[in-house]
């Protein structure tokens, strides 16, 4: 009889013992974004440079700073909360300070980014020339690039999200709108203003 008890005994504690239950984390999950299909329409603005912007963005006026600069514009996405910062410069003589300029405004962002990589653009036919920088990691700013004509015309565009940057929840979004961006570059072309 004691036999019996103390198995039942070991038997109820080691069910006991049995029923503790050891989860496993679960990992960090994102929102799941929904992006529209990529469709295009022409710039409308009185520039010296004429692209295709996507039809769900807006095209808004630079006024960053009380400098106010000719033909600066923002490309907003306001569903994605990112931004696409176009200036303008016309060279002067000055055509490798832009550009190596350029290029410091990307690197810049090498002490947050694990690799910066970088994609040349060359249209021969509608004189635009240029380089896209791929800014990976945790950057402020995932995606810069620059195009000219290499002796009048100097555009710079910069993308920028209004959020924490977090390499892994923004690199859909990120992907998303570079496809926009280099679709930017292969539409772009220069064009002569009117005189008014």
């Known amino acids: 009889m004691k036999n019996i008890i103390f198995i039942i005994g070991v038997v109820g504690i080691l ?3 049995s029923c503790k239950h050891h989860g496993t984390p679960k990992p960090r999950a994102y929102y799941r ?3 529209p299909n ?25 006024n960053r700073s009380a400098n106010i600069e000719k033909y600066w514009y923002n490309i907003y996405y306001p569903t994605l909360k990112g931004t696409v910062h176009i200036s303008y410069k016309t060279i002067e003589n000055n055509l490798q300070e832009m550009l190596e300029d350029s290029r410091k405004l990307a690197y810049k962002h090498s002490i947050k980014a694990d690799a ?41 565009g910069s993308l920028y999200f209004n959020a924490i ?11 998303f709108v570079k496809a926009d961006i280099i679709h930017l570059m292969e539409s772009f072309e220069w064009k002569k203003l009117q005189k008014k």
């Open 15 to 17: 069910f006991m013992l």
């Open 33 to 35: 974004i929904s992006f």
């Open 38 to 62: 990529h469709e295009y329409k022409a710039l409308e603005k009185e520039c010296p440079y004429s692209f295709e912007m996507p039809v769900y963005t807006s095209i808004l006026d630079d």
């Open 116 to 156: 910066i990589g970088e994609q040349i653009f060359v249209s021969p036919e509608k004189k635009v020339f240029g380089t896209l920088f791929d800014i990976k990691g945790d950057a402020a700013s995932s995606v810069q690039f620059y195009l000219t004509d290499s002796i009048e015309h100097f555009v710079r």
């Open 165 to 175: 940057p977090n390499k892994d929840s923004l690199a859909p979004v990120v992907d």
